[in-house]
């Protein structure tokens, strides 16, 4: 059976093709007074007819022919305003012995524009295929792998009644499937074969439309000043949030305008100077914007506000806040500026000397009678704002000296008269020496008297005592040219031959106790006094 379609019956399905495509491109953007334009479908519900044409595809030099009277249909679910799903079935049951018909799904992306919506889709899935020549009827029909990709556009009927619940469709695809029906078995006969179909295909009809897909809220800006109140200099960080925005693929334009100070963009968000700014109220104005939509930009605003600056406050201390002429005491000034500003101290006195630079000075008390002195504390800022305190010192007589000690006798060295058994009252060598330091003793302290107390043995005659004493004296006096009225002779307790040494400051008291005085004239004398060498 031949499968070829006239001439006549082509020319006439494209022109209605084309005819019914011009008007829906020239009316995309046509809106009837009282309608809205409609927002972008969850499901569409196409059915319609298909017009199929193989090109450059045969079996056995047997070409797979044109089929005309074929329906499509398809169901689509949109996940979002651009992306969906579609599922699709086509058939063309043209002659009995002649079968094509497709079951096939993918993904489709859609570009609404006022009523007129363009897309395009992918598709795969299973094809039912018959062999070109003439066969058996659709018993030799195989079930095979197809898929096809096209273009196409709905039209959206304005009419207020229809309230946007139908379109008009035209689509075009391209069709391709591969179906093997077996070896030929019989040379010479149309049995088996490989076929591979490329065909263009032409589709139209109705599409029904289900639910909306809502356009996202409109964006939302809110900006923040941190912070709201300052000093003129001090830095204002501006930092903003939005919601709303689709974030496409440029990211999304700022702009800032402000009333007072100057915007600089910097890491993390935008600052304001306030340098030169006078006192009072200003407000930052801020636009975001990724395109033209209602949708698609939004604005800000935020205050701040510029207070006239403050003087610094000062407090002024001493320490310590009482000396003694000649003395020193540390004053200490802590300035504090409401605004950080940096703060120079100077200082200033009534009596006496004071340096120092900072926080800390000296105040020096020289040549400065007792009395009270006033220390004033002064300090300024860079804006020339200035504040002054004031601490006192007191300078205070110096007390009395203390009483001068009490003088007192101390014992110097004591000589031994034991080593000479021969000569028990001559001063040795030995006895020398701690004479000599005595002698040294004397004349540092040139108004102290020398108290000689001699002592002599039990088995010896009291004057040998009264005679070694006599025999220091002369040593002292001759050989080191102290004054005989410097010392003082006596005798005392039965201990030994030894002679003690005290020396006796004036004022001084020595208790006498235990020893005697004697008179010189009558005490007789034996031998050498002290060793001549």
Known sequence: MSLRLPLLRRVLLLTVSAGCFTPLICAGQATPAGGRFPEPSKIDIFAGYSYFHPHDSDIYSQPYFTLPDGFAASITGYLSQAFGVQAEYTDYPNDPDYCFSTAQAGPVFRHQVGRLIPYAHVLGGAARVGPSYNHQGTGDCKWTWGAEAGIGTDYVLPAPALRNRFAVRVEGDFQYSQVNFGPQLVPGTYVGGEGQIFAYRLSGGLVYRLGEIKPPFPAAFACELQPVSVYSGDPITLTSSTTGLQQRR?????????????????EGGVTIATTGLAPGDYTVNGRVSEGNAANQHAECTASFRVIAYQPPTLSCSANPSSILPGGFATITAAGISPQNRALN???????????????????????????????????????????????????????????????????????SFERDHRRPTRVDNEAKGCLDDIALEMNRESDAVLVVVGKHDPHEKPEAAAERTLNVKQYLTQEKGIDANRIEVRTGETTGRTVDNVLVPPGATWDAAGTTSFDPARVQRHGEPYSSH
Request: with cysteine; hydrophobic share 35%; charged share 5%.
């Open 250 to 266: 440029h990211p999304p334009i700022y702009t800032w305008t402000t009333t007072g100070g100057k915007l600089a963009r910097a």
């Open 345 to 415: 101290y100077s200082y200033g006195t009534t009596a006496g000397q004071i340096t120092g630079t900072g926080t800390s000075a000296t105040l020096s008390t020289a040549d400065v009678p007792p009395g009270s002195i006033t220390v004033s504390c002064n300090v300024v800022d860079d804006m020339g704002k200035s504040a002054s305190a004031t601490t006192t010192v007191a300078v205070t007589a110096p007390p009395p000296p203390p009483p001068a000690p009490v003088p007192a006798a101390h014992a110097l060295c004591s000589l």
